[in-house]
Structure formats: C-alpha cells, structure tokens
C-alpha cells in the first residue's frame, strides 16, 4: 500500500506469557486471504470503516504489537480512538484473563485443560458488527461452510483496498446487497433475512462503543439482540465473545463444546445442551472462556 495513505500508527506492549498463536489462526480461517492475510506473526486485515475501505497492519514480536493503520480517506470521528481500542480488542489485551487464572487455576477439574497454561485470549474483530454477523453466517453449520459463505458474502459486497484485499463489510454496504443476491451465492432464506435485520439494528447502533467487561451493557445489548428475528442465545454469546471479549456467555449449545466435554468427562453417551449450561454455570463469570479452553483441548 502507498505510504501517503497510513493514517494512524502506534505500539502497544504485550503482557508476559502472551501467546500470538491465541490470535493469529483465528484470521486464517479463510485460506484464500480474501479478507485478511497471515504472513509469519504479521496479520494484514481490511474493513469498512466510516463507510471507507481500512487496511489494518498488525506486526507482532515477542513483547509488543506495531499497529499500521492505511486509509485515502481524511479521518473522521475519533481515528486514533476508535483504532486504539480496536488493536486492543484485537490483540485480547481487554480481557481480564489473570483474575481468571487467580480463581480458577487450581480448579482440580480444569487442570486437563491447563495442560498449555492458563493465558488463552480470545481473538476479537475489529468490529463488533463484524462478529454479530459471523455469528449470524456460522449458526448450525460447520466451520467450513460457514467460511466458505463468509468468503462469498464478502466478495459480493465488493471493496477492496489499494492492496487488493476485500474489506469485510459494514452495516450500510451488506444492507445494500439484495435478499436476491444472498440467496443466489447460498445462504438460505432465513438466515439471509436474519442478515437484514441484524444491518438495520446496528445502523442504528453505536456498538464499538460499548464496553466488554460492563455487565450492564452487555445484558442490555444481549435482551435487543434477542429481540431479533433470527437471532438465538448461541448467536448472541458467540457475536458478543468475538465482538467484545464478553467471558461469560454461555455456549452450551455448541455442539464442540459438548464434544469436548464428553471427552473430559469420559462419557459413553452424547452431552446434553442441559447438561454442559449446568456445569458451565459454576463458572459464572468465565463461561465463555471456560469454553475456549474446552476447544483447545480438543483443537476445535
């Protein structure tokens, strides 16, 4: 990308015993790179911002991440801001994993699940509609075609930077993008209808906004976001986990999840989405994480 074009640029230290693997493979999911690119520990990654293509540069050592920030057009709202806070999304520094590991690292009934260390991070999006619409292409289907229709909903929406990759969109462009034309790259009816209602709640929305470790704001998105058509618990706890390292939803209803258990718990029969929300619920305030260590242990 041309030079003249950076727009922001700053470095954030990394805490001890940060992991970058937490954090890179979740942008690799898509082995095309439409979207986003993983080259050693450098993610190249592009959005719709303001309604404007940015590519953001992440370049990770061993104690800290330079953050690059590429757009043509002149800032608007709080640039530097907006993106401080998105790099530290980003990189899981927002998440109060060490009050975890204080209350829970000993847990005789984790430490399988520690056998790594107790350092997971989430990998988050840039942007909260980012992750409440994944959350949207991804319920009841597998990883790999949830990817293989995110790969599509990208490109039909169609900006790119000046270095070729695909912005993922935002509210206003993948409301411009027909019921027709979801249905005709194979998203089904429903969940394409669901898409559109999810774009008409979050332009009226300041959803970057909001803060992942307040309660109260968390729970009052989670009620409107439920209100939607379309939109289950599991959409919600997942887009709010991905959007702002919200540790204490709920995803009893991942069918990895309870795979995982099974396999901790070494039971002949199938976990029940009753059984793995009443043992996940004496992790209140960590569920969410409690989750994630459950799909390392299994590579989910």
């Not at 309604?51 to 370049?59: D, F, G, K, R, Y």
């Not at 790999?144 to 990208?154: C, E, P, S």
């Not at 959007?243 to 070494?266: E, F, K, P, T, V």
Request: aromatic fraction near 10%; glycine fraction near 6%.
């Amino acid at each position: 990308m041309n030079q003249s074009s950076i727009r922001g640029e700053f470095t954030l230290p990394l805490p001890e015993h940060y992991r970058i693997s937490d954090i890179l493979p979740y942008h690799e999911r898509d082995r095309s790179a439409l979207s986003e690119e993983v080259t050693g520990s450098t993610l190249r990654k592009a959005i719709l911002w303001q309604h404007s293509p940015v590519e953001i540069q992440l370049n990770f050592s061993d104690d800290l991440v330079h953050a690059v920030i590429y757009c043509n057009d002149p800032p608007q709202y709080d640039w530097n801001g907006f993106f401080s806070r998105c790099i530290q999304r980003m990189c899981g520094l927002t998440q109060p994993i060490d009050l975890f590991r204080d209350q829970w690292g000993q847990h005789e009934e984790l430490q399988p699940l520690f056998d790594t260390g107790t350092h997971l991070r989430f990998a988050l999006t840039p942007t909260v509609f980012e992750a409440l619409s994944w959350a949207v292409v991804s319920q009841q289907i597998s990883v790999k075609a949830a990817v293989q229709l995110r790969h599509r909903m990208i490109k039909v929406c169609s900006v790119t930077t000046e270095s070729g990759l695909y912005c993922y969109p935002d509210a206003k462009r993948l409301s411009q993008v027909t019921l027709e034309d979801l249905l005709a790259i194979g998203f089904p009816k429903a969940k394409a209808e669901t898409l559109h209602r999810l774009c008409d709640f979050a332009l009226d929305q300041d959803l970057d906004e909001l803060d992942g470790n307040n309660e109260h704001h968390m729970y009052d998105l989670s009620q409107r976001l439920l209100a939607i058509k379309g939109i289950g618990h599991w959409t919600v706890n997942y887009g709010l986990l991905r959007g702002y390292g919200y540790l204490d939803g709920s995803l009893h209803g991942d069918i990895a999840l309870r795979r995982a258990l099974q396999i901790l718990w070494q039971h002949p029969d199938d976990i029940t989405d009753k059984q793995a929300e009443a043992w996940l619920s004496q992790f209140t305030p960590w569920r969410a994480l409690v989750a994630a260590y459950l799909w390392q242990y299994t590579g989910a």
